[in-house]
T-cell receptor, first 117, second 114 residues
C-alpha cells in the first residue's frame, strides 16, 4: 500500500535558522515520483519539486534543497536561512503507477512550519 | 496568465442545500481533480477527470457529483447527501491523468455549512 509519513506535525524556528522537513514513503512500485508542495496561509498549494525514483541526486534551488535517499525511503526538504515568508504547511506526495490507480497521488498530512522573526 | 481559478473563495450553505463550486483552468491540461482538505489532514481525492466527458470517483466521492463538459471546466456539486461538507476544497489540473505528472492547484474554496 502507498503511504507517506510526515512525522513532524509542527515545527517552529527563529528566522535565519536552517530547518529540515522529513518525508518517509512506502511503495511497491519500482518507478515512482515524489513531490513537495507549499501551502501558505492563503490556501493555494504551490508546487516546489518533482523527483523521479531513478534520480537520487540532491537538488538545490536557492535556499531550498532536497535530499532523496532510496535506501531509507526518504525525501527530506531543507530550508536554509529560513524567513518569515517560509511559514506555511508543507506537503510531501507520492505517485502510484500500478493496480489501476495510476492517477493517484498520495499525500502526507503535512508539516506546519512557523518561522518567527 | 495561465492558471486555475476557483470561485467563490468562501461559500456558506444551509443544511439540505446543494451548492456548486467552480473550477476553471486555461493551462490546456487534459486532467482535472477535486480534493477535500480538513484541518490537520492531508488531501483526499473526491473525483478526477482524465478527459472531457469522462470522470471517475476518488476515495471520498459519496455526496458529491461532477461534470466535465468542457476541457477548461470541472465543477463540483456538494449535495445534501454529504454528511459533513464543511471543509476546504481544492481543484487541480495536470497535463495528463497520470500521477507522475505535476498537479497544479487553484486557490481553493472554503465551504461552511450553517
Amino acid at each position: 500500500a502507498q503511504k507517506v509519513t510526515q512525522a513532524q506535525t509542527e515545527i517552529s524556528v527563529v528566522e535565519k535558522e536552517d530547518v529540515t522537513l522529513d518525508c518517509v514513503y512506502e511503495t511497491r512500485d519500482t518507478t515512482y515520483y515524489l513531490f513537495w508542495y507549499k501551502q501558505p496561509p492563503s490556501g493555494e498549494l504551490v508546487f516546489l519539486i518533482r523527483r523521479n525514483s531513478f534520480d537520487e541526486q540532491n537538488e538545490i534551488s536557492g535556499r531550498y534543497s532536497w535530499n532523496f535517499q532510496k535506501s531509507t525511503s526518504s525525501f527530506n526538504f531543507t530550508i536554509t536561512a529560513s524567513q518569515v515568508v517560509d511559514s506555511a504547511v508543507y506537503f510531501c506526495a507520492l505517485s502510484h503507477l500500478g493496480g489501476g490507480s495510476n492517477y493517484k497521488l498520495t499525500f502526507g498530512k503535512g508539516t506546519l512550519l512557523t518561522v518567527n522573526p | 496568465d495561465g492558471g486555475i481559478t476557483q470561485s467563490p473563495k468562501y461559500l456558506f450553505r444551509k443544511e439540505g442545500q446543494n451548492v456548486t463550486l467552480s473550477c476553471e483552468q486555461n493551462l490546456n491540461h487534459d486532467a482535472m481533480y477535486w480534493y477535500r482538505q480538513d484541518p490537520g489532514q492531508g488531501l483526499r481525492l473526491i473525483y478526477y477527470s482524465q478527459i472531457v466527458n469522462d470522470f471517475q470517483k476518488g476515495d471520498i466521492a459519496e455526496g458529491y457529483s461532477v461534470s466535465r463538459e468542457k476541457k477548461e471546466s470541472f465543477p463540483l456539486t456538494v449535495t445534501s447527501a454529504q454528511k459533513n461538507p464543511t471543509a476546504f476544497y481544492l481543484c487541480a489540473s495536470s497535463i495528463r491523468g497520470r500521477s507522475t505528472d505535476t498537479q497544479y492547484f487553484g486557490p481553493g474554496t472554503r465551504l461552511t455549512v450553517l
